[in-house]
């Protein structure tokens, strides 16, 4: 059976083959951690984008959206922190000249040493079948015990030194563990340094003074500036939300996992902005319908975690992420932050403009509280990608590739397919394709045998195949091929397009989402 790290490979090759994803500028190799979405990528990641959007505007009066530029005034980034404080500490080896983010040296030795716990343990499961105490084992065998020890005291050691800012005792941890650079295999590192992840560039003509300006690493800020705007023309009442969707860059030293870690991506961020001392019951609320927003797409509810975070950052009080099960390990994939009144205070500060809200209930002004969710669109986009592919051996032994997508989701909802290419069929199946393509997007394909067009199909999951043959011409019935199932059955053609919108009508999923 391929490992798990072996299906992501296929997994990134297939998004290639098929339209999905494609690595920037390919022809001239590419670019580091940027991507380009194909044509079946573009309609996924606009269906996702779709659903989040609808499930906040359309399911919320009280949310509305914005889409604010890039560029912003630089003081905002001043403001927000981002300028003094967006740093990842970087180390780099003399000998290689390569650079390394000094956090991730020190976590892949803390893997390192997880996985030897694991193979100690493989092998004992083994050895005792099904007798085995795992717990007992990891306290009483010396070996697995030494490890552990060893895990726990680095990993100790580390979250201080990161939670610290301590910058020399990272690069004494890395000389401590003896980590090598994976390319020159030597210990002969540099000082760890802070670097800023903010993309810079210069607005105006040198001669009249170009001012430094950053490419922005959240879209968040664009919600923060835009709270008073949106709040007096939209006559916006406590509590209410901005939404938005919108590119977001950062210049990741690291970055790997394909569209895990991008230099730049897409975020959808939602600011909800509340009563000072409400917010931790809606940090509470914006968690749980986070949840049911995922779940309801059924990947699987046993994917998803909460990670709750145990060191906040100064401005928040409650923090947490949705993980999900990637084939590299439960990952983020969303945040949900209680930003108090931070970003709102920090803006005031440096505009000199009042960020408040008249409540009239209250009969009192002040700075309203932030509850933040936000999530990236392109790790949407991985985590739907991987639970959705599929190597399957059919009976005969035959093999199929499928991506078992949300049919909400899935880039073309239905092929249709002509049996053969004469005796009107093709004309017949063009017709029942224009009939379906004003509200579904479809594919038309008359090219080898049915077999291969069906794969095509289940390899960028289409939920529906519709042959068209020549009992059609007489009895105006076709054959729906199902994706996931491969059942087939004869269907009515004036039932084609009831069959179609039940599947992928997300008004299922916002009702699970609100529960009625
Ligand atoms: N405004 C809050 C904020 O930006 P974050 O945790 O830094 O918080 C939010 O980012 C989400 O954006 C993450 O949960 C992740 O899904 C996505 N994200 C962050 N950095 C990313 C990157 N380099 N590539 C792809 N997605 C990223």
């Known amino acids: 059976m391929a490992t798990q790290e072996e ?34 990528g573009v309609e996924l990641k606009n269906n996702i984008k779709k659903y ?3 499930s906040m505007t359309l399911l919320h009066e009280n949310i509305v959206g914005i889409d604010a530029a890039i560029f912003m005034h630089p003081t905002v980034w001043k403001a927000s922190g981002h300028v003094d404080a967006f740093n990842d500490p970087l180390i780099d080896n003399r000998d290689s000249k390569k ?8 976590e892949d030795q803390i893997a390192k040493i997880d996985e030897k716990i694991e193979k100690e343990l493989a092998k004992a499961r083994k050895r005792f079948g099904e007798n085995f105490d795992e717990e007992l084992y990891k306290q009483t065998n010396e070996r697995v015990k030494e490890h552990v020890e060893h895990r726990d005291t680095l990993h100790e050691r580390y979250s201080k030194a990161m939670n610290d800012n301590d910058l020399a005792e990272l690069k004494q941890i890395i000389l401590d563990e003896e980590i090598v650079c994976p390319i020159s295999g030597t210990r002969n590192w540099t000082d760890v340094r802070q670097f800023n ?40 009442k406590i509590p209410f939300g901005i939404a938005q969707i919108g590119k977001a860059f950062r210049n990741e030293i690291v970055a790997r996992q394909f569209v895990f870690r991008m230099r730049e991506f897409e975020q959808m961020e939602m600011q909800f902005f ?23 797409l059924g990947l699987g509810d046993e994917k998803y975690r909460f990670h709750d975070h145990e060191k906040l950052a100064h401005y928040a009080n409650a923090a947490t992420d949705i993980e999900f099960e990637m084939p590299f390990g439960f990952k983020e994939v969303e945040g949900i932050h209680s930003r108090t009144n931070f970003d709102l205070s920090q803006h005031a500060k440096y505009s000199g403009k009042k960020m408040e809200y008249f409540d009239p209930e209250l009969n009192q002004s002040y700075t309203p509280y932030v509850i933040e969710t936000s999530i990236g669109v392109d790790r949407m986009f991985l985590s739907v990608m ?31 397919m002509p049996l053969v290419k004469k005796d009107g069929l093709p004309e017949k199946a063009r017709e029942i394709q224009e009939m379906l393509k004003f509200d579904f997007h479809t594919n038309y394909d008359e090219k080898d045998s049915i077999g291969k067009r069906y794969r095509r199909q289940d390899a960028i999951g ?10 059609t011409m007489t009895d105006n019935s076709v054959t729906v091929r199902y994706r996931d199932t491969m059942q087939q059955e004869r269907v009515k053609i004036d039932d084609l397009h009831a069959l179609i919108q039940k599947a992928v009508d997300p008004k299922v999923l916002y009702r699970k989402i609100v529960g009625k």
């Not at 409400?278 to 319908?289: I, S, T, V």
């Not at 959705?388 to 005969?396: D, F, P, R, V």
């Open 99 to 106: 650079r390394y983010r000094a956090d991730v040296l020190i």
């Open 197 to 236: 992840l903010m993309f810079q560039t210069e607005m105006g003509s040198t001669a009249d003074g170009a001012m430094k300006i950053y490419l922005r690493p959240e879209t968040a800020q664009g919600i923060f500036v835009n709270f008073l705007n949106v709040q007096k023309t939209g006559r916006m």
């Open 386 to 416: 991987c639970s959705a592919y599929k190597e399957e051996t059919l009976e005969g032994g035959d093999t199929r590739v499928v991506l078992n997508l949300p049919p909400v989701l899935a880039p073309v909802k239905a092929c249709v």
């Open 274 to 296: 509340v009563r000072p001392g409400e917010e931790l019951k809606w940090f509470e609320h914006w968690k749980q319908f986070r949840l049911r927003w995922h779940k309801a």
């Open 462 to 471: 289409t939920p529906f195949c519709i042959t068209v043959d020549h009992d």
């Open 52 to 54: 989040w959007w609808d």
């Open 7 to 40: 299906t992501f490979k296929k997994l990134v090759a297939h998004c290639k083959e098929y339209g999905f994803v494609f690595p920037s500028s390919d022809i001239y190799d590419g670019l580091g951690a940027v991507y380009d979405y194909g044509q079946n």
